[in-house]
């Protein structure tokens, strides 16, 4: 009789530490996802959400930023949709020519962060 209860007492034991240390993990790895859900922008969050992989590389990460605020149809030489920097599509572009140099300068600027992109 001993024998049984030591062992059942033994199990329950066991039990008790493994389910903590179950719950502890999944709370630590909750907090960590919580702080990088909170870090990207909602456009991103979507992006990410709405691809149907499982998991994303480096490379697979940037081509959905990319789809988000780069246009591939777009004939401008800075063919942004949205700034980069915070997704704002507030965005101001013209072209510069510069007579001594003879040459021309695109720039394109967001109004909302200051974020700006000069290009030749």
Same mark, same amino acid.
């Given at each position: 009789?001993?024998?049984?209860t030591g062992l059942l007492l033994?199990?329950? @034991?066991?039990? @008790?530490? $493994?389910?903590?240390?179950?719950?502890?993990?999944?709370?630590?790895?909750?907090?960590?996802?919580?702080?990088?859900?909170n870090k990207l922008s909602k456009?991103?969050?979507?992006a990410i959400l709405q691809d149907?992989?499982?998991?994303? $590389?480096?490379?697979?990460?940037?081509?959905?930023?990319?789809?988000?605020?780069?246009?591939? /149809?777009? =004939?401008?030489?800075? =063919?942004?949709?949205?700034?980069?920097?915070?997704?704002?599509?507030?965005?101001?572009?013209?072209?510069? $020519? /510069?007579? /001594?140099?003879?040459?021309?300068?695109?720039?394109?600027?967001?109004? /909302?962060?200051?974020?700006?992109?000069? $290009?030749?």
């Amino acid at each position: 009789m001993q024998f049984i209860t030591g062992l059942l007492l033994g199990g329950f @034991i066991t039990w @008790i530490v $493994t389910h903590l240390y179950y719950r502890r993990g999944r709370l630590d790895a909750r907090s960590d996802q919580e702080i990088i859900y909170n870090k990207l922008s909602k456009e991103i969050r979507d992006a990410i959400l709405q691809d149907a992989r499982n998991k994303l $590389t480096v490379k697979e990460l940037n081509d959905l930023i990319n789809e988000i605020t780069l246009d591939p /149809d777009s =004939p401008a030489p800075l =063919p942004f949709k949205a700034c980069p920097k915070c997704g704002s599509e507030n965005l101001r572009g013209g072209e510069y $020519t /510069d007579v /001594d140099r003879d040459d021309h300068y695109y720039y394109l600027k967001c109004e /909302d962060c200051g974020w700006s992109d000069w $290009t030749q």
